[in-house]
């Protein structure tokens, strides 16, 4: 990890103690990562227990069809790969899956909150693994920082700032797939601007799934002498046009794989998004520091699609349209007391404003979408506002331990009007929903800390109707509360050697699988989420780099009950893999020459809350690259991912839209492809 000179201020430190002592303790990085000398937050090194950072050196030379696929490099992270055109996938852990229902897992770009209302992942899509500087994963439930979606722990994805480089990489690729990205930084005399653009077009992997995007971004940033001030402003903006191919039935799927049925001959989507923010960051005194961050996001979709082909029933073609505008604000005051305690505590305001709008279609009509629909099922307006405090202490009785109290509170309202009837309804009253948390670090020797966290966090209903919202004789519900517990250990037997064991558990009352796009509500009352988290790196010598991770987990029902009176009790929660796994080597021949391979594992999961439907979706795959440099500022690479041409599938239950023949639906993914790249350095 590369550390900038920093100045003898609050911000060193808290910097130096996040990759010195602290640096240490729970925290695994794979790759580089630059941290910056200006003020900031403190780092999550200095605070947090399950921490793991990606550089940016690690990501920055992949080729992927959508972001999300990045994060398949970190331990214990599942992959959800729908593939359904704009509506890609996500990335989840700590056995919350990605099927839309528990959206588990909240997402930051620098900083910035980055879900939708649903608490879907969207907002990565925006960034292209080029403007990448690091990826950071929290796990757990000891994180104060944020409330809304943080159910099973954050993902923050920060894009590069300051340097002065100008970096291009050109893709050709399986299925016509085009990509260019220009990254371009200069820095000078406190003053920092970054740009970046990348377009990527494809014909995908099936029939009918071509997909068009760009994205385009800035950034500056202007430091004061002395970095004492930080001014920054940054803004992205994000298109993409996209055909669905639709589900397989198992059928189809056996038939031809990469076929789409002509159901779904006019299903696609467009997307736009846009992400405004300006940060504020103050070093009042050497031992006091603000960090203001203010923000706003659109999100625009009009998405088409058509589940089967059942003529009747309940209308499988469909038109779901979102319009989401949240703005908010972020805000931390952190004081260093002594070198024994240091107090850190923060606000959040966001305010929502959303649209969404659901036309439902009879099979019998046109297939364009231009006929007028069966039904209008959705066309809803609604807020949705959030009110969240924090505060927590790092507290050193001695030099060897480290204890972390910490506290979160978070206040709810907002009021939605259904225009198809013209009713009003006012979001659930949860009152202040209450976060108490502590982590605590013991370092048995320079080379190994034990750590130990607990804490509680909480899951509310989201959507523009019920069961967010109360219209007459809506049940109440109550807020779900996880309550979180691990223990772990970290060791570095050796130089360039980091290894990690944890055991953890996260219990939830009155939890809900709830789905906003379809209206679709699964009282799941009691769970229990456990796991053991094994990682390792290692630096073998100037030529060989190898690392591997594997998480066991198991998500599972404690005590609840079907609509129809069945006990859910000790059945698991579907599409929750029992196991994720990673493996990965990389080889330095010479200087010019570098070879790489990284396998990821997935287990089989259940698709129905009854467990009665069978397992599906387990893989192993194997990716392989091959790096050549062609000059100091020019290379080349091949990469061939599933190099086995291993064929596996995203598989959900469709018990909605096949009247009463309810079944599996497959996405398949895609076999093995290769792709060539140029990377320039200017």
């Not at 990890?1 to 910097?15: D, E, G, H, Q, V």
């Not at 996880?482 to 050697?497: H, L, R, S, Y």
């Not at 990965?584 to 594992?601: I, K």
């Given at each position: 990890?590369?550390?900038?000179?920093?100045?003898?201020?609050?911000?060193?430190?808290?910097?130096s103690n996040?990759?010195?002592?602290?640096?240490?303790?729970?925290?695994?990085?794979?790759?580089?990562?630059?941290v910056?000398?200006?003020?900031?937050?403190?780092?999550i090194?200095t605070l947090?227990?399950s921490?793991?950072?990606?550089?940016?050196d690690k990501?920055?030379?992949?080729n992927?069809?959508?972001?999300?696929?990045l994060?398949?490099?970190?331990?214990?992270?599942?992959?959800t790969?729908?593939?359904?055109?704009?509506?890609?996938?996500?990335?989840?852990?700590?056995?919350?899956?990605?099927e839309?229902?528990?959206?588990?897992?909240?997402?930051?770009?620098?900083g910035v909150?980055?879900?939708?209302?649903s608490?879907n992942?969207?907002f990565?899509?925006?960034?292209?693994?080029l403007?990448?500087?690091y990826?950071e994963?929290?796990?757990?439930?000891?994180?104060?920082?944020?409330?809304?979606?943080?159910?099973?722990?954050?993902?923050?994805?920060?894009?590069?700032?300051?340097?002065?480089?100008?970096?291009?990489?050109l893709?050709?690729?399986?299925?016509?797939?085009?990509?260019?990205?220009?990254a371009?930084g200069r820095?000078?005399?406190?003053?920092?601007?970054?740009?970046?653009?990348?377009?990527?077009?494809t014909?995908?992997?099936?029939d009918?799934a071509?997909?068009?995007?760009?994205?385009?971004g800035?950034?500056?940033?202007?430091?004061?002498?002395?970095?004492?001030?930080?001014?920054?402003?940054?803004?992205r903006?994000y298109?993409?046009?996209?055909?669905?191919?639709?589900?397989?039935?198992?059928?189809?799927?056996?038939?031809?794989?990469?076929q789409?049925?002509s159901?779904?001959?006019?299903?696609?989507?467009d997307?736009?998004?846009?992400?405004?923010?300006a940060?504020?960051?103050?070093?009042i005194?050497?031992?006091?520091?603000?960090?203001?961050?203010?923000?706003?996001?659109?999100?625009?979709?009009d998405?088409?699609?058509?589940f089967?082909?059942?003529?009747?029933?309940?209308?499988?073609?469909?038109?779901?349209?979102?319009?989401?505008?949240?703005?908010?604000?972020?805000?931390?005051l952190?004081?260093?007391?002594?070198?024994m305690?240091t107090?850190?505590g923060g606000?959040?305001?966001?305010?929502?404003?959303?649209?969404?709008r659901?036309?439902?279609?009879?099979f019998?009509?046109p297939?364009?979408?231009?006929?007028?629909?069966?039904r209008?099922?959705n066309d809803?307006r609604?807020?949705?506002?959030?009110?969240?405090?924090?505060?927590q202490?790092?507290i050193?009785p001695?030099?060897?331990?480290?204890?972390?109290?910490?506290f979160?509170a978070?206040?709810?309202?907002?009021?939605?009007r259904?225009?198809?009837?013209g009713?009003?309804?006012?979001?659930?009253?949860?009152?202040?929903?209450?976060q108490?948390?502590?982590?605590?670090?013991y370092?048995?020797?320079?080379?190994?800390?034990l750590?130990?966290?607990?804490?509680?966090?909480f899951?509310?209903?989201?959507?523009?109707?019920?069961?967010?919202?109360?219209?007459?004789?809506?049940?109440?519900y109550?807020?779900?509360i996880?309550?979180?517990?691990?223990?772990?250990?970290?060791?570095?037997?050796?130089?360039?050697?980091e290894?990690?064991l944890?055991?953890?558990?996260?219990?939830?009352t009155?939890?809900?699988?709830?789905?906003?796009?379809?209206?679709?509500?699964?009282g799941?009352?009691?769970?229990r989420?456990?796991?053991?988290d094994?990682?390792?790196?290692?630096?073998?010598?100037?030529s060989?780099?190898?690392?591997?991770?594997?998480?066991?987990?198991?998500?599972?029902?404690v005590?609840?009950?079907?609509?129809?009176?069945v006990p859910?009790a000790?059945?698991?929660?579907?599409?929750?893999?029992r196991?994720?796994t990673n493996l990965?080597?990389?080889?330095?021949?010479?200087?010019?020459?570098?070879?790489?391979?990284?396998?990821?594992?997935q287990?089989?999961?259940?698709?129905?809350?009854?467990?009665?439907?069978?397992?599906?979706?387990?893989?192993?795959?194997?990716?392989a690259?091959?790096?050549?440099?062609?000059?100091?500022?020019?290379?080349?690479?091949l990469?061939?991912r599933n190099?086995?041409d291993?064929?596996?599938?995203y598989?959900w239950?469709?018990n909605f839209?096949?009247?009463?023949?309810?079944?599996?639906m497959?996405s398949?993914?895609?076999g093995?492809?290769?792709?060539?790249?140029?990377?320039?350095?200017?």
């Open positions: 990890m590369r550390i900038k000179a920093l100045p003898l201020t609050l911000a060193t430190l808290l910097a996040a990759h010195g002592a602290d640096s240490g303790e729970a925290t695994l990085t794979l790759g580089a990562v630059t910056s000398a200006a003020p900031g937050p403190l780092p090194q947090l227990t921490v793991d950072i990606l550089g940016g990501v920055a030379d992949k992927v069809g959508n972001s999300w696929e994060l398949g490099q970190m331990p214990g992270v599942q992959l790969e729908t593939r359904m055109g704009t509506e890609s996938g996500k990335a989840t852990f700590r056995a919350f899956n990605g839309g229902y528990i959206n588990g897992i909240k997402v930051l770009i620098d909150p980055s879900n939708v209302n608490g992942q969207r990565i899509d925006m960034i292209f693994p403007d990448i500087e990826i994963v929290v796990r757990g439930t000891n994180d104060p920082r944020y409330g809304l979606h943080n159910i099973g722990g954050n993902i923050n994805i920060g894009t590069r700032q300051g340097g002065n480089y100008t970096d291009a990489r893709s050709y690729g399986s299925y016509d797939t085009r990509e260019a990205q220009l371009v820095e000078s005399d406190g003053f920092a601007q970054n740009y970046f653009v990348a377009k990527q077009d014909d995908g992997h099936r009918h071509r997909s068009e995007k760009y994205s385009l800035g950034k500056w940033f202007y430091t004061t002498a002395g970095n004492r001030l930080r001014l920054g402003l940054s803004a903006l298109e993409h046009t996209a055909q669905e191919p639709g589900y397989l039935t198992a059928a189809e799927l056996a038939a031809d794989r990469r789409s049925p159901r779904n001959a006019n299903d696609g989507g997307r736009d998004m846009q992400q405004i923010s940060d504020i960051d103050w070093q005194r050497p031992d006091l520091m603000l960090s203001n961050k203010l923000y706003h996001n659109r999100y625009v979709e998405r088409r699609i058509t089967t082909s059942y003529a009747v029933g309940n209308a499988p073609r469909q038109r779901r349209q979102w319009d989401e505008t949240h703005s908010g604000l972020l805000s931390t952190t004081w260093r007391a002594s070198q305690l107090l850190d606000i959040n305001l966001e305010r929502q404003d959303n649209e969404y659901r036309y439902r279609y009879s019998s009509d297939t364009d979408f231009s006929a007028t629909p069966a209008v099922q809803d609604h807020t949705f506002n959030n009110v969240g405090a924090y505060v202490a790092i050193r001695v030099d060897r331990l480290k204890i972390v109290p910490a979160r978070d206040r709810f309202s907002g009021n939605t259904l225009n198809t009837s009713v009003s309804a006012p979001l659930q009253d949860y009152g202040w929903i209450n108490p948390k502590l982590s605590m670090v370092t048995v020797s320079p080379g190994a800390h750590y130990a966290n607990w804490g509680k966090t899951q509310i209903l989201t959507g523009s109707r019920e069961p967010a919202y109360l219209t007459a004789g809506q049940t109440a109550k807020p779900s996880n309550t979180g517990k691990e223990i772990g250990i970290k060791v570095q037997p050796a130089p360039g050697t290894a990690r944890a055991v953890w558990q996260q219990d939830a009155d939890e809900v699988a709830n789905m906003p796009s379809t209206g679709t509500t699964i799941l009352g009691e769970t989420r456990k796991g053991i094994l990682q390792l790196s290692s630096r073998l010598n100037e060989w780099t190898v690392w591997a991770s594997h998480a066991i987990q198991d998500a599972k029902v005590r609840a009950y079907t609509s129809g009176g859910l000790g059945r698991e929660v579907f599409s929750t893999p196991f994720v990965g080597a990389e080889y330095r021949a010479s200087a010019d020459w570098r070879l790489g391979l990284q396998g990821r594992a287990g089989d999961y259940y698709i129905d809350e009854l467990n009665a439907k069978g397992k599906h979706g387990g893989f192993a795959v194997l990716d690259s091959l790096r050549y440099a062609l000059t100091p500022k020019a290379s080349i690479d990469q061939v190099l086995t291993r064929k596996y599938e598989v239950y469709d839209f096949w009247g009463g023949n309810d079944q599996p497959f398949p993914a895609p093995r492809s290769g792709y060539l790249s140029l990377n320039l350095k200017m």
